[in-house]
């Protein structure tokens, strides 16, 4: 039961490069979100899905999109990256079910140049 | 809306010393309050939680109780440990805001040998 990965760890970007970056969970779990992360500014929640088909916006949509085309995957793509969007992405899954508690992945570590 | 709102960090303690990190919440509902953990370089982690007024959380001798009249879950421990050092977020969910959580912004705790 490997919980929450995200594909890469790692990448560098060029600024108006585009890249996916990849959320997989393995316990079933309705709800799946993304979150980026920034020194002295928390966890804000980009977009997210309730369901396999739906995606939803969070906080700070803008210059992302997401699909949910399997239940247990969650994509979020960067069409063309600015240097504003160097963080760190944490993808984050629940069950629907119970008190609301999150499992969260190692994250994803992007620097946009 | 819903918001959490955690004593400000940066908080430094000596090895064995006791620590109070506040955590005060406005929900409209009767939500769900977290206390999350993050290690450097990994992801959030559930420490605690508690799920109605009066609640005890525990775990790892953290503890917080869910105090619904002052609206507060603040996270104690009698005696940290280096092993300690890590950024904790007070957390609260509600099934009134479609599945998502609010996070504070994170207290980074560092503690000294």
């Known amino acids: 039961n490997a919980g929450v990965t995200q594909t890469p760890k790692f990448r560098v970007l060029k600024t108006g490069q585009s890249m996916t970056l990849l959320c997989a969970q393995d316990m079933n779990h309705e709800y799946m979100y993304w979150y980026r992360q920034d020194p002295g500014m928390g966890l804000r929640l980009i977009h997210y899905s309730v369901g396999e088909g739906t995606t939803a916006k969070g906080e700070v949509p803008d210059g992302y999109n997401v699909s949910r085309l399997k239940k247990q995957n969650f994509l979020l793509g960067l069409e063309s990256a600015a240097p504003s969007q160097t963080s760190v992405y944490f993808c984050?899954?629940?069950?629907?079910?119970?008190?609301?508690?999150?499992?969260f992945g190692p994250g994803t570590r992007l620097t946009v140049t | 809306g819903n918001s959490v709102t955690q004593m400000e960090g940066p908080v430094t303690l000596s090895e064995e010393a006791f620590l109070t990190i506040n955590c005060t919440y406005t929900a409209t509902g009767y939500p769900s309050l977290f206390w999350y953990v993050q290690y450097p370089g990994e992801g959030l982690q559930l420490l605690l939680k508690?799920?109605?007024?009066?609640d005890k959380g525990s775990n790892k001798g953290f503890e917080a109780t869910y105090r619904k009249e002052t609206t507060s879950f603040h996270l104690e421990k009698g005696s940290v440990q280096v092993s300690d050092s890590a950024v904790y977020f007070c957390?609260?969910?509600?099934?009134?805001?479609?599945?998502?959580?609010?996070f504070g912004d994170g207290t980074t705790l560092t503690v000294k040998p």
């Open positions: 508690a799920t109605k007024a009066d």
């Open positions: 984050a899954s629940f069950r629907d079910r119970g008190p609301g508690e999150q499992y």
């Open positions: 957390a609260l969910w509600d099934n009134t805001n479609a599945g998502k959580s609010t």
